[in-house]
Each structure stands twice: as C-alpha cells, then as structure tokens.
C-alpha cells in the first residue's frame, strides 16, 4: 500500500477459529511486522479470535532505524485502517487499534483525536524513556473515550507501574490495566521468577479474551 507516495507492507491474518475482531497491530520503534515479539504476541491473540492486521511503518520498510516523526506514524496506522476497512468491509466486527509500545502509542493518539474504532489495546505502553521518568508521554491520555487494554510488564524499564498508576487518576476512558508480574518491556520475564515466557503470552491471550468478550 502506499502512504505519502511511499510503499509500505501490511499482512492480514484472519483469527484461528470464529472471528470476534480485527486487531490492526503497530511495531515498536526498534522492531518490525515480522520481528519475534510481534509475530508471538500476534499468534496468541488469534487463538483468541482476533484477526490481525500487521504493517510496516514507513522508515521500517526502507530499512531506515530511525522512527518517522508521529504526525506520519500515525498518517500510516490510520492509512492502513482505512485500507483494512476498505478491503474487509462486512466481515470486519469490532475494529481495535494499538500495538507494541511505539506502536501502541502511536494508535492512542489516534484515538486521542477522536480516530473511529471500537477499543484500543496498547502492550507494553512506554510511558517514558528508560531512566527518563520525568519526560512522561501522558499529556494525550485524557483525552482518550473508547475502551482501553494496556498490558505492562512490572519490571518495563519504560512503565513504572507507580507512575502509571498516578497517570490514570486524570483518565477519562474505560481503561483496564493489567500488569504482568516479573515481565519486562519485551514480556520477558527470569528464570528466577519461576514462570515461562509462554506463560506470560497465555496470561496477554486470556486477559484480551475477557477484555474483547466486553468490547463485543
């Protein structure tokens, strides 16, 4: 598809078993729609029956490492919805935008300035900079009115789970906050912790399970 004269790839995945939803899914800022944490993550939301619709962002296609400004991020997310709408049409059901971190981001302020969907579900949300708490990107977050999932790790080094706690008192929207104990920004969690990395995406998978029975 393309967006500002530029080509970009995007891949739908329809859900496992019956479809209750289309997730239309954001990378982070260092990754990919094909890197490890989104292809997993994505799998286990579609034993779930969410469809997925994965994309590049525009510097990730031209293999660029440096993320475009968010007016264009945000020009492409909402670029590959309309396209997503376009060729789904009927069979589409609840609409949800997000993604992993950047990319989660990137959707809230869509959904800050009022983008049609019907949820929004951010994993791993970055909050601030890692050792930046201070440099908070909350100031959108209020302005936010569909259902909301955010899914953090206790140990994201781009979340901490106080300060996000203080941020949500000023939240307007129906927002559920899950936090998964010992995860970090990747959902990875230590040995020490006596849990798997499976574990934790079955934890993510049953908790948008529920989330997605109330949006639906």
Same mark, same amino acid.
């Given at each position: ?8 790839? =995007?891949?739908?995945?329809? !859900?496992? &078993? ?8 954001? /990378?982070? #800022? $260092? ?79 869509? =959904?800050?300035?009022?983008? !049609?969907? &019907? ?8 909050? /601030?900079? #890692? $050792? ?85």
């Amino acid at each position: 598809m393309v967006v500002d004269s530029e080509e970009t790839s =995007a891949l739908y995945e329809p !859900a496992d &078993d019956e479809q209750r939803a289309v997730f239309v899914a954001a /990378h982070g #800022a $260092g990754g990919s729609m094909m890197d490890r944490g989104m292809t997993s993550v994505t799998t286990t939301l579609r034993r779930r029956g969410f469809g997925i619709v994965r994309f590049n962002f525009l510097y990730k296609e031209r293999k660029s490492g440096r993320p475009d400004p968010m007016p264009t991020l945000m020009r492409t997310f909402a670029a590959v919805v309309d396209q997503t709408r376009a060729e789904l049409g009927s069979q589409m059901g609840p609409l949800v935008i997000g993604g992993r971190s950047m990319g989660g981001r990137a959707g809230s302020m869509l =959904a800050a300035d009022g983008f !049609a969907a &019907d949820g929004l579900l951010l994993l791993a949300y970055p909050l /601030h900079p #890692a $050792g930046k708490p201070e440099q908070l990107r909350d100031a959108h977050l209020p302005r936010i009115t569909m259902p909301v999932l955010c899914i953090n790790g206790t140990r994201d080094a781009l979340c901490t789970p106080e300060i996000m706690r203080r941020v949500l008192t000023t939240v307007r929207a129906p927002w559920e906050m899950h936090w998964l104990e010992g995860a970090d920004h990747s959902f990875h969690v230590l040995k020490s912790s006596g849990r798997t990395d499976a574990e934790v995406l079955t934890e993510v998978g049953d908790v948008s399970d529920r989330w997605l029975a109330q949006l639906s």
